[in-house]
């Protein structure tokens, strides 16, 4: 394995600078581009900025896979279900789905694994599938990591899909890597993007990294299917059609086949509100600037009014005003609501991480310097104890 | 009990920016820390020892200046510090990271309980831990906020997994591995005596061939994705800062704003 740049092709431009993450690329006394290859990871970002020139060379063998690609076909969405009730982002993974699905020119399939689940099918095909893979099965009773990958594992070995899209949830992101390892194919997390390209016909998988600062786009050139999980309220759920027919097909695996070494002993709900963090269009988050637990009843106020899920920066986690559970940033949840209102938030890279793709941003803080305010759609400099009851009786009236 | 923890080193902070006058992107504060998940997991192994007796090693997948990491762990309490090194396991995606770091495991002769963090700062993919458990064939458990009991005569242990909208109380065989959240623990800082012994210590490193990797499952050859295009994100932000003069008439501003948009009713 090795990189290099080659003088004769180099014209200096610089494009391939920003490029790399690992700032293994500079500038040579004669103006040519010059890798460090003991900083270089062999990424290959720099490679597509110099698509022109063609200037940078890694030889590297990679490892080809010996199945005939070709002969994986169709885009998978996994409805993740729980107790029957099917994550909100399956509807939006289906409406991207299907616009994959068109640009190949391949069918959009869901993938349904549990127990009584089979009856919630048909409400697949309606918001877009032309058809269901089932696997129903006792030993699905409960989620667990190691009978859903052996169920969705056997589907994708029996029929081979040539991607597979998971919504980024707790649950999705605990098993699907498990699944990609099993299958030996490359799996890109959390993607905010999805496109298919135009030549290669690979799927174009764009995610943010380095807490949101930095985005990636990520292939799987030589390995199926293509596996990626994706944020939530990135895209829209697919509208229902109650006269989309589709095709149901049941595998019957095994119960022996399913078996796993862990056990759901029990499940105790801790959100105080009903809305659930990561799947709320509107959320109203608090930090220190609420100054003591008991302010925090002004957030909930303006949030139950509007029909929103409470969330809140860590400063006020630890000060014990509200649990961990509902915590925005690097080391809380990472959400993507249509509104997210700070209050109270001065806007530290750690809470930005969590929040910054999210559709509108209002900051109130008294502090006009606030960081916060940078990525704002707007902000209301003033005190959140005048602001937010003014909000409050603008929305009553 | 026999306790294994992975450990990435991750640059301090993962602000980066381009820098207008040299078109590079500049990363600040570059110093390397230990991924601050994975320091709950390094104080999670330290108390399940106090508990049960044993022995705490991390295990460090990075190039040989990974020791730092390394001694930072053996402050906190940790008895041995492994790093697999080799230029082979450059551009390493994380299927070829969990390779490599379950070859590095087997070669320790295994573990009874895995602890990896819930994310790497700078990666963000939380894949890692999955994938290991799945090369060394042992259950897992993610997003673990709390170790309940831990039955070593019956080969169990009882975890607490947080969902979105809750948690999950799981019951595993024994040898697992699961992957930490920040609310577990609150780490200890190194103490004095485990900074002088941090000072001398050597940790072992070991390269590709050391840990007996097939060569098709490392590095970049052993890699199934690719980076194509990496670039830093253009913030959408209007950033319109409302005006008024009075709190009432700003307050009616946004609100107007948010109806036409039908943001609100
Ligand atoms: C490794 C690591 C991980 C972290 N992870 C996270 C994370 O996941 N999430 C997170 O949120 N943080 C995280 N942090 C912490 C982060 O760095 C900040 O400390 C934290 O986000 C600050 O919270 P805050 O904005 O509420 O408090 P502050 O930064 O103290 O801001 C309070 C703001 O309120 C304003 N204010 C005060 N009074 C009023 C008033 N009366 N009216 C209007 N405005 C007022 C002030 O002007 C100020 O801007 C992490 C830190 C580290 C080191
Ligand atoms: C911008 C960017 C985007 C990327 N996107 C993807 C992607 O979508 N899919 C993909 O497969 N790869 C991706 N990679 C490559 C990936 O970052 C590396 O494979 C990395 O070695 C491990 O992944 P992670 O940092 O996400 O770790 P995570 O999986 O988030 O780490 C989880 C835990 O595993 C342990 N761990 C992780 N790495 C090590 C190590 N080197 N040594 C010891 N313990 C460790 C730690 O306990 C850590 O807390 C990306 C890289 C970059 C730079
Ligand atoms: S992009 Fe290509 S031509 Fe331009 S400086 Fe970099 S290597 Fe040279
Ligand atoms: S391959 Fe990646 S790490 Fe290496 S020089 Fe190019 S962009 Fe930088």
């Known amino acids: 394995m090795a990189i290099k740049v080659l003088n004769e092709k180099c014209v200096g431009c610089k494009l391939c600078l920003p490029t790399c993450a690992q700032g293994a690329i500079t500038m040579s006394d004669t103006k040519k581009a010059f890798i460090d290859p003991v900083k270089c990871n062999y990424c290959g970002a720099c490679l597509d900025a110099c698509k022109k020139f063609k200037a940078i060379l890694i030889q590297v063998d990679r490892k080809v896979s010996d199945v005939d690609l070709s002969l994986y076909k169709g885009i998978w969405v996994y409805a993740e279900q729980r107790q029957g009730e099917i994550a909100s982002v399956v509807y939006e993974l289906l409406n991207e789905g299907r616009k994959l699905a068109t640009q190949l020119g391949e069918e959009l399939c869901a993938v349904l694994i549990g127990n009584n689940v089979t009856h919630r099918a048909n409400e697949l095909i309606l918001h877009g599938a032309d058809k269901v893979y089932v696997v129903d099965s006792n030993c699905l009773k409960d989620f667990n990591d190691e009978s859903y990958s052996k169920a969705l594992v056997a589907l994708v070995e029996e029929y081979k899909p040539n991607i597979i899209l998971t919504g980024a949830t707790a649950l999705g992101r605990s098993f699907i890597p498990k699944v990609a390892v099993m299958l030996e194919t490359g799996l890109t997390a959390d993607c905010t993007q999805l496109d298919i390209d135009e030549y290669t016909k690979l799927l174009l998988q764009t995610r943010p990294a380095f807490g949101g600062n930095l985005m990636a786009t990520i292939t799987c050139p030589s390995f199926r299917p293509q596996m990626a999980t994706v944020r939530h309220k990135v895209f829209k759920k697919a509208a229902k059609d109650p006269n989309r027919k589709g095709l149901i097909i049941t595998k019957n695996i095994q119960e022996d086949c399913l078996l796993a070494r862990t056990k759901l002993i029990d499940f105790v709900k801790e959100v105080e509100s009903t809305v659930n963090l990561s799947e709320a269009d509107i959320i109203v988050s608090g930090g220190r600037g609420l100054g003591e637990a008991k302010n925090f009843s002004l957030v909930r106020e303006l949030a139950q009014q509007i029909n929103g899920a409470v969330g809140a920066s860590r400063a006020a986690v630890d000060a014990g005003w509200i649990p961990y559970s509902h915590q925005v940033g690097q080391t809380g949840k990472t959400v993507c609501p249509k509104l997210y209102i700070a209050v109270g938030i001065s806007g530290s890279i750690q809470h930005m991480a969590g929040m910054q793709s999210s559709e509108n941003i209002i900051a109130i803080n008294k502090d006009p310097q606030a960081p916060i305010f940078e990525i704002a759609t707007y902000g209301i400099v003033g005190d959140l104890f005048e602001v937010i009851p003014a909000l409050i009786a603008k929305i009553k009236k | ?265």
């Not at chain 2, 994380?94 to 070859?103: F, G, I, M, P, V």
């Not at chain 2, 997994?161 to 800082?189: A, C, F, H, T, W």
């Not at chain 2, 990496?230 to 109806?259: D, H, M, Q, Y």
């Open chain 2, 1 to 265: 009990m026999n306790i294994v923890v992975c450990i990435k080193q991750v640059p301090g902070t993962t602000k980066v920016a381009i820098n207008p006058a040299t078109n590079t992107l500049i990363r600040e504060g570059v110093e390397a820390i230990v991924n601050p998940f994975d320091v709950y997991a390094v104080e999670e192994g330290i108390r399940l020892r106090e508990k049960f007796g044993g022995k705490v090693t991390v295990i460090i997948m990075g190039p040989p200046q990974a020791d730092q990491a390394v001694k930072t762990c053996i402050g906190m309490g940790v008895d041995d510090g492994i790093i697999l090194s080799d230029r082979a396991f450059a551009g390493s995606d994380t299927l070829a990271t969990s390779y490599t770091l379950a070859q590095g495991i087997k070669k320790m002769g295994g573990a009874d309980v895995i602890l990896t963090g819930k994310q790497a700062m700078d990666g963000d993919t939380a894949q890692v831990g999955p994938g290991i458990a799945n090369w060394l064939d042992i259950p897992f458990v993610a997003w673990v906020k709390k170790i309940e009991d831990v039955n070593l005569a019956g080969k169990t242990i009882r975890v607490e997994r947080m969902m979105d909208d809750g948690y999950e109380v799981i019951q595993s065989s024994l040898p697992m591995l699961l992957s930490v959240v920040k609310e577990i623990n609150e780490p200890r800082i190194e103490s004095m005596r485990g900074k002088m012994k941090a000072k001398s210590y050597k940790p072992v490193i070991w390269n590709a061939k050391d840990i007996e990797c097939d060569p098709d499952f490392i590095g970049l050859r052993g890699s199934p994705t690719l980076v194509n295009r990496v670039f830093v994100p253009v913030r959408s932000g209007k950033k319109e800062i409302i005006e008024g003069a009075t709190v009432e008439a700003k307050a009616e501003s946004v609100v107007n704003k948010l109806r036409a948009a039908k943001l609100i009713n």
